[in-house]
């Protein structure tokens, strides 16, 4: 594979510290449940099966670029797919979320909790089909888990609220809980190995859950390992790291080594800069939920968010700025609003 040259594509050229001719924008959860188009091609067909067919998982990853005029086309995948690869034993349960047969609660169980090595031709083969589908300013956005957000699914069994098995281990048996960091680490960087070989222009690290934890369990629990996947791919690809409420770890996390934060609806762009280790590009970070009340009020966060973006740029805090929700599209959302705050996402200075 020869990797695309995406130079002068707006999203790369902002994660890379450049500025690019127009605000990239694209949306955590663009593809999926608001579009009429997604819920068709998904019909009868399990969710994690679709992970694995590459026609579908292609043309489910370009139908919100086609719809939207976004800048980057994410994945479709999820963030256990790289677990039912390996040959865990996952299942995503519809209104639910991802829910594992047996969950990791011993350290028997994480010796016994399967490694990939391989890579995932369905995968590879589907983001083939993406590349000879998008324009050369239209970036191909691949995604992993981080460590922590897929062990807690791990040892919780599936979504939870406080995530207090996860703490209980990590606090209680420490020993336990770097064997399972240790163990997911190569299965993560396999996963975005077959990615970034199939050719993605850009990668995001999923630390959703990552914002339950103090900033001392995080630099002591999280941090190396997410670093670690992150230096993996360094030079390769431009690296975006983000997770739901992380507003008091984002100095910590920016550690991690990504060009760009992604900042949550929380923290205001210029207040999230100051936190970062050293300036970063910001992704951020319209409310999600804001969609649903109109193009006015869309309009007048648009410039709020840009105006945050523009006084960090301005005072040296921060390098750049690509346009994204806060975290994902809500299921409820109008595709038609979606559409409209991009186009004024473009058009606002
Ligand atoms: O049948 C369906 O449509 C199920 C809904 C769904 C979808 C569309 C799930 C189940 N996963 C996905 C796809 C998905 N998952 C994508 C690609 C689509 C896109 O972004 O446009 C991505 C990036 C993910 C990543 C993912 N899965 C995360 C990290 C992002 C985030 O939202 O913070 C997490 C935490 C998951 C777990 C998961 N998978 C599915 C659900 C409902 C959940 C969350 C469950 C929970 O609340 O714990």
Known sequence: MTRRDLTHAPLVE?????????????????????????????????????????????????QPVRRHDMDGAILFSDIVVPLKAAGVDVDIVPGRGPVMGSPVRSRGDVDKLPVLEDAVPEVAAGIEAVLGELNDSQALIGFV?????????????????????TKAMMHAEPDTWHALMRRLVPTIMSFLKTQVDAGIDAMQLFDS??????????REHVLP???????SVEGVIPRIHFGVATGELLGAMSEAGSEVMGVDWRVPLDTAATRFASPRVLQGNLD??????????????????????????????????????????????????????????????
């Open 145 to 165: 888990g981080a460590p922590f957000t897929l062990a807690s699914y791990l040892i919780e069994g599936g979504p939870s609220k406080n995530h207090e098995k």
């Open 288 to 349: 999600p939920a804001l969609l649903l009340a109109g193009s006015d009020v869309i309009r007048a966060e648009v410039i709020r968010i840009k105006d945050e973006a523009a006084r960090a740029i301005a005072s040296g805090t921060a390098t750049g700025h690509i346009f994204n929700l806060g975290h994902g599209v809500l299921p409820t959302t109008d595709p038609d609003a979606i559409t409209e705050a991009v186009r004024i996402i473009h058009e606002e200075a």
């Open 225 to 231: 390992y997410s670093a670690e996947i992150l230096a």
């Open 209 to 218: 859950w990552a914002g339950f934890l103090t900033e001392a369990d995080y």
């Open 14 to 62: 902002a994660a890379l510290g450049r500025t690019p001719r127009r605000t990239p924008v694209w949306f955590m959860r663009q593809a999926g449940r608001s579009l009429p188009e997604y819920r068709a091609v998904r019909e009868g067909i399990d969710m994690l099966d679709s992970c694995f067919i590459p026609e579908l998982l292609a043309e489910i990853t370009v």
